[in-house]
Protein backbone atom coordinates (compact mmCIF):
# COMPACT_ATOMS: atom_id res chain seq x y z
CA UNK A 1 0.00 0.00 0.00
CA UNK A 2 1.36 3.28 -0.83
CA UNK A 3 2.10 5.69 2.59
CA UNK A 4 -0.19 8.22 0.36
CA UNK A 5 -2.98 7.62 -2.17
CA UNK A 6 -5.37 10.01 -4.41
CA UNK A 7 -7.50 9.59 -6.79
CA UNK A 8 -5.82 10.83 -9.44
CA UNK A 9 -8.87 11.73 -12.15
CA UNK A 10 -9.06 14.02 -13.75
CA UNK A 11 -12.77 15.41 -12.27
CA UNK A 12 -14.07 17.56 -15.39
CA UNK A 13 -16.93 19.82 -13.69
CA UNK A 14 -18.54 22.98 -14.66
CA UNK A 15 -18.52 25.91 -13.25
CA UNK A 16 -20.36 26.05 -9.68
CA UNK A 17 -20.29 23.09 -9.00
CA UNK A 18 -18.95 21.32 -5.76
CA UNK A 19 -16.20 18.60 -5.98
CA UNK A 20 -14.57 16.53 -3.36
CA UNK A 21 -11.03 15.00 -3.13
CA UNK A 22 -9.87 12.00 -0.63
CA UNK A 23 -6.82 10.68 0.44
CA UNK A 24 -5.65 8.14 2.26
CA UNK A 25 -2.46 7.51 4.15
CA UNK A 26 -0.80 4.58 5.65
CA UNK A 27 1.30 5.40 8.70
CA UNK A 28 -0.88 5.99 11.70
CA UNK A 29 1.33 7.92 13.18
CA UNK A 30 1.14 10.81 10.77
CA UNK A 31 0.75 14.05 12.56
CA UNK A 32 0.67 16.97 9.83
CA UNK A 33 -1.76 17.30 6.80
CA UNK A 34 -1.63 19.31 3.57
CA UNK A 35 -3.45 20.34 0.40
CA UNK A 36 -1.16 21.30 -1.98
CA UNK A 37 -2.34 23.67 -5.47
CA UNK A 38 0.37 22.99 -8.38
CA UNK A 39 -0.52 24.60 -11.75
CA UNK A 40 0.75 23.21 -14.61
CA UNK A 41 4.79 23.94 -14.86
CA UNK A 42 4.75 25.91 -11.49
CA UNK A 43 6.00 24.52 -7.95
CA UNK A 44 3.69 23.65 -5.53
CA UNK A 45 1.75 25.83 -3.39
CA UNK A 46 0.26 25.34 -0.01
CA UNK A 47 -4.09 25.63 -0.36
CA UNK A 48 -4.77 24.77 3.41
CA UNK A 49 -3.34 22.76 6.90
CA UNK A 50 -5.64 20.32 7.82
CA UNK A 51 -6.54 20.45 11.32
CA UNK A 52 -8.28 17.33 13.37
CA UNK A 53 -11.40 19.43 13.90
CA UNK A 54 -11.59 20.45 10.07
CA UNK A 55 -11.23 23.89 8.93
CA UNK A 56 -12.39 25.88 6.55
CA UNK A 57 -11.02 28.46 4.00
CA UNK A 58 -13.73 30.16 2.21
CA UNK A 59 -14.84 28.22 -0.74
CA UNK A 60 -12.23 25.46 0.68
CA UNK A 61 -13.17 22.45 3.32
CA UNK A 62 -10.59 20.18 4.80
CA UNK A 63 -11.38 17.59 6.69
CA UNK A 64 -9.43 14.89 8.75
CA UNK A 65 -10.93 11.43 10.03
CA UNK A 66 -7.94 10.05 11.88
CA UNK A 67 -9.88 6.34 12.45
CA UNK A 68 -10.48 5.99 8.99
CA UNK A 69 -6.79 7.71 8.32
CA UNK A 70 -7.73 9.88 5.45
CA UNK A 71 -8.56 13.35 4.97
CA UNK A 72 -10.61 15.32 2.17
CA UNK A 73 -10.85 18.30 -0.09
CA UNK A 74 -14.38 20.42 -0.83
CA UNK A 75 -14.85 23.09 -3.40
CA UNK A 76 -17.73 24.94 -3.66
CA UNK A 77 -18.72 26.73 -5.79
CA UNK A 78 -16.18 25.95 -8.39
CA UNK A 79 -14.12 28.57 -10.75
CA UNK A 80 -12.33 28.41 -13.71
CA UNK A 81 -9.81 29.46 -12.03
CA UNK A 82 -9.59 26.47 -9.31
CA UNK A 83 -8.26 24.44 -12.53
CA UNK A 84 -5.13 22.95 -11.53
CA UNK A 85 -3.57 19.57 -9.41
CA UNK A 86 -4.39 19.15 -5.84
CA UNK A 87 -1.80 17.24 -3.86
CA UNK A 88 -2.16 15.72 -0.48
CA UNK A 89 0.80 16.24 1.92
CA UNK A 90 1.17 13.82 4.80
CA UNK A 91 3.87 14.04 7.56
CA UNK A 92 5.38 10.52 7.38
CA UNK A 93 7.99 10.52 9.62
CA UNK A 94 10.40 12.96 11.85
CA UNK A 95 12.36 15.54 11.42
CA UNK A 96 9.27 17.34 9.04
CA UNK A 97 9.65 14.73 6.62
CA UNK A 98 6.88 14.59 4.01
CA UNK A 99 4.99 12.50 1.33
CA UNK A 100 3.17 13.42 -1.45
CA UNK A 101 -0.32 11.72 -3.29
CA UNK A 102 0.26 11.63 -7.06
CA UNK A 103 -2.19 14.57 -6.96
CA UNK A 104 -5.88 14.62 -8.43
CA UNK A 105 -6.04 16.90 -11.69
CA UNK A 106 -9.86 19.46 -11.80
CA UNK A 107 -10.81 21.05 -14.74
CA UNK A 108 -13.75 23.29 -14.20
CA UNK A 109 -15.10 23.51 -17.55
CA UNK A 110 -17.14 26.77 -18.29
CA UNK B 1 6.64 32.24 4.78
CA UNK B 2 10.02 32.13 3.54
CA UNK B 3 10.99 32.78 0.59
CA UNK B 4 13.33 30.58 -1.73
CA UNK B 5 15.25 31.86 -5.08
CA UNK B 6 15.88 29.00 -7.53
CA UNK B 7 18.42 28.56 -10.39
CA UNK B 8 18.39 27.77 -13.29
CA UNK B 9 14.91 27.46 -13.75
CA UNK B 10 15.30 25.07 -16.81
CA UNK B 11 19.10 24.08 -18.09
CA UNK B 12 19.23 21.12 -21.66
CA UNK B 13 22.70 19.20 -20.90
CA UNK B 14 24.33 17.06 -22.50
CA UNK B 15 24.83 13.14 -20.87
CA UNK B 16 27.78 12.54 -18.93
CA UNK B 17 27.67 15.98 -17.56
CA UNK B 18 26.79 17.66 -14.29
CA UNK B 19 24.47 20.02 -13.25
CA UNK B 20 24.34 22.09 -9.59
CA UNK B 21 21.34 24.05 -9.19
CA UNK B 22 20.68 26.50 -5.89
CA UNK B 23 18.26 27.22 -3.68
CA UNK B 24 18.69 30.38 -1.77
CA UNK B 25 16.44 31.11 1.28
CA UNK B 26 15.78 34.28 2.32
CA UNK B 27 15.50 33.21 6.59
CA UNK B 28 17.66 30.91 8.21
CA UNK B 29 16.10 27.38 8.03
CA UNK B 30 17.31 24.01 9.90
CA UNK B 31 16.59 21.85 7.05
CA UNK B 32 16.05 21.94 3.48
CA UNK B 33 14.24 19.82 1.18
CA UNK B 34 15.29 18.45 -2.10
CA UNK B 35 12.56 17.00 -4.58
CA UNK B 36 12.11 15.21 -7.84
CA UNK B 37 9.35 15.81 -9.58
CA UNK B 38 9.42 13.28 -13.35
CA UNK B 39 7.28 14.55 -16.11
CA UNK B 40 3.24 13.56 -15.06
CA UNK B 41 4.01 12.35 -11.36
CA UNK B 42 3.78 13.69 -7.84
CA UNK B 43 6.96 14.76 -6.29
CA UNK B 44 9.38 12.10 -4.63
CA UNK B 45 11.98 13.21 -1.79
CA UNK B 46 15.44 13.12 -3.09
CA UNK B 47 17.04 14.04 0.26
CA UNK B 48 17.02 16.37 3.35
CA UNK B 49 19.89 18.67 3.63
CA UNK B 50 20.92 20.21 7.31
CA UNK B 51 23.74 22.28 8.22
CA UNK B 52 27.02 21.31 9.23
CA UNK B 53 25.72 17.49 8.20
CA UNK B 54 25.59 15.13 5.76
CA UNK B 55 23.07 15.44 3.57
CA UNK B 56 19.69 11.95 4.60
CA UNK B 57 19.09 10.21 0.98
CA UNK B 58 16.04 8.34 1.06
CA UNK B 59 15.80 5.01 -0.77
CA UNK B 60 16.59 5.10 -4.42
CA UNK B 61 19.08 7.79 -4.07
CA UNK B 62 22.48 8.19 -3.09
CA UNK B 63 25.21 10.95 -2.61
CA UNK B 64 27.59 10.05 -5.82
CA UNK B 65 24.78 10.84 -8.21
CA UNK B 66 23.13 13.79 -6.31
CA UNK B 67 25.26 15.64 -3.68
CA UNK B 68 24.13 17.92 -2.29
CA UNK B 69 26.08 20.80 -0.07
CA UNK B 70 24.70 23.07 2.91
CA UNK B 71 27.58 25.33 3.54
CA UNK B 72 24.68 27.58 5.74
CA UNK B 73 21.58 28.15 7.00
CA UNK B 74 19.98 30.00 4.20
CA UNK B 75 22.00 27.89 1.01
CA UNK B 76 21.70 24.78 -0.31
CA UNK B 77 23.16 23.17 -3.62
CA UNK B 78 21.78 19.73 -5.65
CA UNK B 79 24.29 18.26 -7.84
CA UNK B 80 23.13 15.85 -10.97
CA UNK B 81 26.45 14.04 -11.76
CA UNK B 82 26.72 11.79 -14.83
CA UNK B 83 22.86 12.57 -16.12
CA UNK B 84 21.32 10.59 -18.67
CA UNK B 85 17.79 10.83 -20.39
CA UNK B 86 16.12 9.30 -17.49
CA UNK B 87 17.22 12.09 -15.53
CA UNK B 88 14.86 14.63 -17.56
CA UNK B 89 12.83 15.60 -14.55
CA UNK B 90 11.89 19.09 -12.26
CA UNK B 91 14.11 19.51 -9.27
CA UNK B 92 12.46 21.28 -6.59
CA UNK B 93 13.97 22.65 -3.09
CA UNK B 94 11.94 23.27 -0.13
CA UNK B 95 11.76 24.26 3.56
CA UNK B 96 9.01 24.25 6.06
CA UNK B 97 7.84 26.97 7.98
CA UNK B 98 4.98 28.11 10.07
CA UNK B 99 2.42 27.67 7.58
CA UNK B 100 3.47 24.86 5.78
CA UNK B 101 6.19 23.72 2.78
CA UNK B 102 7.59 26.60 0.30
CA UNK B 103 8.86 25.52 -2.58
CA UNK B 104 11.53 27.15 -5.13
CA UNK B 105 10.09 27.78 -8.57
CA UNK B 106 11.97 24.55 -10.17
CA UNK B 107 14.40 23.57 -12.34
CA UNK B 108 13.21 21.57 -15.37
CA UNK B 109 16.16 19.84 -16.72
CA UNK B 110 16.20 18.19 -20.11
CA UNK B 111 19.33 15.80 -20.59
CA UNK B 112 19.89 15.05 -24.44
Known amino acids: RKEVEQDPGPFNVPEGATVAFNCTYS??????FFWYRQDCRKEPKLLMSVYSSGNEDGRFTAQLNRASQYISLLIRDSKLSDSATYLC???????????FGTGTKLQVIP | SAVISQKPSRDICQRGTSLTIQCQVD?????MFWYRQQPGQSLTLIATANQGSEATYESGFVIDKFPISRPNLTFSTLTVSNMSPEDSSIYLC?????????FGSGTRLTVV
Open chain 1, 89 to 99: VVNTGGYQKVT
Open chain 2, 27 to 31: SQVTM
Open chain 2, 94 to 102: SVKGSGGYT
Open chain 1, 27 to 32: NSASQS
